[in-house]
């Protein structure tokens, strides 16, 4: 992280820590806590961080919005910064002004296929598309065009991810975007892809984080049997291997923003392999790091009072955005095995 | 740690990619006159070694006036990574090239220096690590093998156990007590020592795999006699002298690609048109292989600024580990339903065969799992 990544990032934090309290708002039920802090947070800019300023951005960089991902995963409040952060980098590839106010993207899964019609009319429809309830726009990849669609012309289902968070069907046949774009530099459905499942890796990571501090911090706390649980070999083993899931998650996570940063094409081989790499290992990692969280704080981690499950409900939800580790594994192993093995010797040392 | 992992996203240099065209290009060449095959030879080989030494790639990085070059731990790093892909016969040199050569440099006498470190670096001498101990494993500090201070030089009495490569080595390096340890320290009173192998005194016995393999050894002390100045830092205070040796020893290639050849080669075993099933393994193979070079080159561009990244290394040497050593059984699983023979059948099945055997020691060798997750538990502020 570079000096201009570490201030955003300490401004996130700043917000976050202010209004976004993880132990603060876990107690409050009406959420009313989240008006203020989306607030804040469009007032500093991050939530426009991949925008440039000609398009009403805050043009801040890749680098800082994934430096802004990673504190948005450490604090795991129920708004759509991710979604507004990606739904804004859609929009530059189509050089579409920035609309304000808060964005999701769609399609989210490699499978759904949305189209514009000749008549300016959307079809199809995709699954999964987080806070599509909440959000003013709709930011839509069909074909070679983006599209910025209001959220209020769309049919969405209602639904929600495990963390309760809004996660929806969303029906765009028939509906006529606000302005339409054709994509540049090369994005395509793939490359929003790969985008939306960095953005997810890195949140993940963020959260891991957490979930470890919090972990740890309790252990040194809890007495059982005459002294803090911290104490107990099995105990330390386990977090230890906790710490050793988050560092991976962290180091794969900080090599994908990196290569993200100073990509050339979405068809480097190497930027594909670190993002597919960062998500299915950081997906891994989420649920490996998720179970010894639980396991570490007992029962009183697995109520709805205390905060683990904010952080351990979003890693479980985040890692089927974008495409599971599991639908990236098969695409990725296709993709080895079609090179044969000494090849993928030249990929991983070439990335 | 806990307050902020730090693994930052380190790119070899440039420098370091040019040397990987040159030690492909090597690799190549030595292969096509028969200087070696690949992953074949459990035997040093003396001819490749040279070869190697004549190129100015063992001890890269260590001071001109002994032979070295000062050319960076990351082009060390590339040279590493690229034998170990290709199945080099680097035995003979590689001890003495990732950690001993480093120890001396930084303990050793300026005679031993002299006499030893040129000779390393034209890949003329090996060595071997003399720690554990038959009552002494992963806790080294209950070293019992004495180290007697005389006025003719150090008298070396007791045993080595596990010791591997001692019937092949040159040198050793060796953790031997010289005080007992005090109340308040238990770690107190060991010394370590460079130990010519030729000493009068000094004999080995081998300790076969269960496999037969010849690695292992015991090596046995009798009166055995070293010049005063074989001692390597401060007697008595090897304790504090080992710290930065380890994050050389735990954070390289070998903790991950011990057994890689059998994802490379159950990749062609599996062919081009794998099943979902075997995709996915293939896919979440790659990525975990992936993820812990990124962590490796993280570490060694932190040991490259000056660094002792000794928990990070730990890190990576247990998730490393732990994966090196589940590989040969994820791999059966996955090439389970592979009926037809794509052609390295028998290949594939007897490279199977010889890394699951192996696979037990990745997690012992070097710090167990279990030291690991105890270093790392400090780390965390548990301990």
Same mark, same amino acid.
């Given at each position: 992280?570079?000096?201009?990544?570490?201030?955003?990032?300490?401004?996130?934090?700043?917000?976050?820590?202010?209004?976004?309290?993880?132990?603060t708002?876990?107690?409050?039920?009406?959420?009313?806590?989240?008006?203020?802090l989306?607030?804040a947070?469009?007032?500093?800019?991050l939530?426009?961080?991949?925008?440039?300023?000609?398009?009403?951005?805050?043009?801040?960089?890749?680098?800082?919005?994934?430096?802004?991902?990673?504190?948005?995963?450490?604090?795991?409040?129920?708004?759509?910064?991710?979604?507004?952060?990606?739904?804004?980098?859609?929009?530059?590839?189509?050089?579409?002004?920035?609309p304000?106010?808060?964005?999701?993207?769609?399609?989210?899964?490699?499978?759904?296929?949305?189209t514009?019609?000749?008549?300016?009319?959307?079809?199809?429809s995709?699954?999964?598309?987080s806070f599509a309830?909440?959000?003013?726009?709709?930011?839509v990849?069909?074909?070679?065009?983006?599209?910025?669609?209001k959220?209020?012309?769309?049919?969405?289902?209602?639904?929600?991810?495990?963390?309760g968070?809004?996660l929806?069907?969303?029906?765009?046949t028939?509906?006529?975007?606000?302005?339409?774009?054709?994509?540049?530099?090369?994005v395509?459905g793939?490359?929003?892809?790969?985008?939306?499942?960095?953005?997810?890796?890195?949140?993940?990571a963020?959260?891991?984080?957490?979930?470890?501090?919090?972990?740890?911090q309790?252990a040194?706390?809890?007495?059982?049997?005459?002294?803090?649980?911290?104490?107990?070999?099995?105990?330390?083993?386990?977090l230890?291997?906790?710490?050793?899931?988050?560092?991976?998650?962290i180091?794969?996570?900080?090599?994908?923003a +990196?290569?993200?940063?100073?990509?050339?094409?979405w068809?480097?081989?190497?930027? +594909?392999?670190?993002?597919?790499?960062?998500?299915?290992?950081?997906?891994?990692?989420?649920?490996?790091?998720?179970?010894?969280?639980?396991?570490?704080?007992?029962?009183i981690?697995?109520?709805?009072?205390h905060?683990?499950?904010?952080?351990v409900?979003?890693?479980w939800?985040?890692?089927d955005?974008f495409?599971s580790e599991?639908?990236?594994a098969?695409?990725?192993?296709?993709?080895?095995?079609?090179?044969?093995?000494?090849?993928?010797?030249?990929?991983?040392?070439?990335? | 740690m806990?307050?902020?992992?730090?693994?930052?996203?380190?790119?070899l240099?440039?420098?370091?990619?040019?040397?990987?065209?040159?030690v492909?290009?090597?690799?190549k060449?030595?292969?096509?006159?028969?200087?070696?095959?690949?992953h074949?030879s459990?035997r040093?080989?003396?001819?490749?070694?040279?070869k190697?030494?004549?190129r100015?790639?063992?001890?890269?990085?260590?001071?001109?006036?002994?032979?070295?070059?000062?050319r960076?731990?990351?082009?060390?790093?590339?040279?590493n990574?690229e034998?170990?892909?290709?199945?080099?016969?680097?035995?003979?040199?590689?001890?003495?090239?990732?950690q001993?050569?480093?120890?001396?440099?930084?303990?050793?006498?300026?005679?031993?220096?002299?006499d030893?470190?040129?000779?390393?670096?034209?890949?003329e001498?090996?060595?071997?690590?003399?720690?554990?101990?038959?009552?002494?494993g992963?806790?080294?500090?209950a070293?019992?093998?004495?180290?007697?201070?005389?006025?003719?030089g150090?008298?070396?009495?007791?045993?080595?156990?596990?010791?591997?490569?001692?019937?092949?080595?040159?040198?050793?390096?060796?953790?031997?007590?010289?005080?007992?340890?005090t109340?308040?320290?238990?770690?107190?009173?060991?010394?370590?020592?460079?130990?010519?192998?030729?000493?009068?005194?000094?004999?080995?016995?081998?300790?076969?795999h269960?496999?037969?393999n010849?690695?292992f050894?015991?090596?046995?002390?009798?009166?055995?006699?070293?010049?005063?100045d074989?001692?390597?830092g401060?007697a008595?205070?090897?304790?504090?002298?080992?710290?930065?040796?380890?994050?050389?020893?735990?954070?390289g290639?070998?903790?991950?690609?011990?057994?890689?050849q059998?994802?490379?080669?159950?990749?062609?075993?599996?062919?081009?048109?794998?099943?979902?099933?075997?995709?996915?393994?293939?896919g979440?193979?790659?990525?975990?292989?992936?993820?812990?070079?990124?962590?490796?080159?993280?570490?060694a561009?932190?040991?490259?600024?000056?660094?002792?990244?000794?928990?990070?290394?730990?890190?990576?040497?247990?998730l490393?580990?732990?994966?090196?050593?589940?590989?040969?059984?994820?791999?059966?699983?996955?090439?389970?339903?592979?009926?037809k023979?794509?052609?390295n059948?028998?290949?594939?099945?007897?490279i199977?065969a010889?890394?699951?055997?192996?696979?037990?020691k990745?997690?012992?060798?070097?710090?167990?799992?279990e030291?690991?997750?105890?270093?790392v538990?400090?780390?965390l502020g548990?301990?």
């Amino acid at each position: 992280m570079d000096e201009a990544q570490s201030l955003v990032a300490d401004a996130a934090t700043r917000i976050f820590r202010d209004l976004g309290d993880p132990q603060t708002i876990n107690g409050i039920d009406d959420g009313s806590w989240r008006a203020p802090l989306w607030q804040a947070l469009e007032e500093s800019g991050l939530t426009t961080a991949w925008v440039s300023d000609e398009l009403g951005g805050a043009g801040a960089g890749m680098g800082a919005g994934f430096a802004v991902l990673r504190v948005a995963g450490e604090f795991a409040a129920a708004v759509p910064l991710a979604e507004t952060l990606l739904g804004g980098w859609l929009l530059e590839q189509g050089s579409i002004v920035l609309p304000g106010g808060s964005l999701s993207v769609a399609p989210t899964k490699r499978g759904d296929v949305i189209t514009l019609n000749t008549d300016g009319t959307l079809s199809g429809s995709a699954r999964s598309v987080s806070f599509a309830t909440e959000v003013d726009h709709l930011v839509v990849l069909a074909g070679d065009t983006v599209a910025l669609v209001k959220r209020t012309d769309c049919a969405i289902q209602d639904g929600t991810n495990m963390a309760g968070e809004p996660l929806n069907h969303v029906n765009f046949t028939g509906v006529t975007p606000k302005q339409t774009a054709k994509l540049q530099n090369g994005v395509n459905g793939n490359a929003l892809t790969m985008m939306g499942a960095a953005t997810r890796s890195m949140q993940m990571a963020g959260a891991l984080q957490t979930v470890l501090e919090i972990s740890v911090q309790y252990a040194e706390e809890r007495v059982a049997f005459g002294k803090p649980i911290a104490k107990f070999q099995a105990v330390q083993h386990n977090l230890a291997r906790l710490g050793e899931e988050a560092a991976a998650a962290i180091a794969i996570a900080s090599s994908m923003a +990196y290569s993200v940063e100073n990509m050339d094409t979405w068809t480097d081989p190497g930027l +594909y392999l670190d993002i597919a790499s960062a998500k299915i290992r950081v997906g891994e990692a989420a649920g490996e790091g998720g179970a010894i969280g639980h396991q570490a704080f007992g029962a009183i981690g697995f109520t709805q009072e205390h905060i683990l499950h904010r952080f351990v409900q979003r890693l479980w939800s985040w890692r089927d955005d974008f495409d599971s580790e599991a639908v990236w594994a098969v695409e990725l192993g296709r993709r080895v095995a079609a090179r044969g093995g000494e090849s993928l010797w030249h990929g991983l040392t070439a990335a | 740690m806990s307050v902020a992992i730090q693994f930052d996203p380190i790119r070899l240099p440039p420098e370091a990619e040019a040397l990987r065209v040159e030690v492909r290009a090597f690799l190549k060449e030595e292969l096509a006159l028969g200087t070696f095959e690949p992953h074949a030879s459990r035997r040093p080989n003396p001819e490749f070694s040279r070869k190697v030494g004549e190129r100015g790639w063992i001890g890269i990085t260590w001071p001109k006036e002994y032979g070295g070059q000062e050319r960076s731990f990351l082009e060390r790093y590339v040279i590493n990574e690229e034998f170990l892909f290709a199945g080099a016969p680097i035995r003979k040199h590689f001890t003495a090239d990732r950690q001993s050569g480093p120890v001396l440099i930084k303990y050793a006498s300026d005679r031993i220096k002299q006499d030893i470190l040129p000779r390393i670096i034209k890949g003329e001498v090996s060595f071997c690590i003399g720690m554990s101990e038959p009552n002494s494993g992963s806790d080294l500090f209950a070293a019992s093998t004495k180290a007697e201070r005389t006025d003719d030089g150090w008298l070396i009495n007791g045993a080595k156990l596990w010791t591997s490569l001692a019937h092949e080595a040159d040198y050793m390096i060796g953790l031997f007590r010289t005080s007992p340890s005090t109340k308040d320290n238990r770690r107190h009173g060991l010394s370590q020592f460079v130990v010519d192998m030729k000493t009068p005194g000094i004999s080995t016995r081998p300790v076969l795999h269960p496999n037969g393999n010849h690695e292992f050894n015991e090596v046995i002390f009798e009166n055995a006699l070293l010049p005063l100045d074989n001692l390597l830092g401060e007697a008595d205070m090897a304790w504090k002298q080992a710290t930065s040796e380890l994050a050389y020893e735990r954070s390289g290639s070998e903790r991950f690609l011990e057994t890689g050849q059998v994802l490379f080669e159950l990749i062609d075993f599996i062919g081009e048109n794998p099943d979902n099933r075997e995709a996915e393994g293939l896919g979440r193979l790659v990525a975990q292989l992936h993820t812990l070079r990124r962590m490796s080159i993280s570490v060694a561009g932190m040991l490259h600024a000056g660094k002792e990244p000794v928990l990070e290394a730990s890190v990576v040497k247990d998730l490393g580990t732990v994966w090196e050593q589940a590989l040969p059984s994820i791999a059966r699983d996955l090439s389970a339903f592979v009926d037809k023979d794509p052609g390295n059948r028998m290949r594939f099945e007897e490279i199977l065969a010889r890394n699951i055997t192996i696979a037990p020691k990745l997690t012992i060798q070097g710090g167990t799992t279990e030291v690991l997750r105890g270093i790392v538990a400090r780390g965390l502020g548990l301990r």
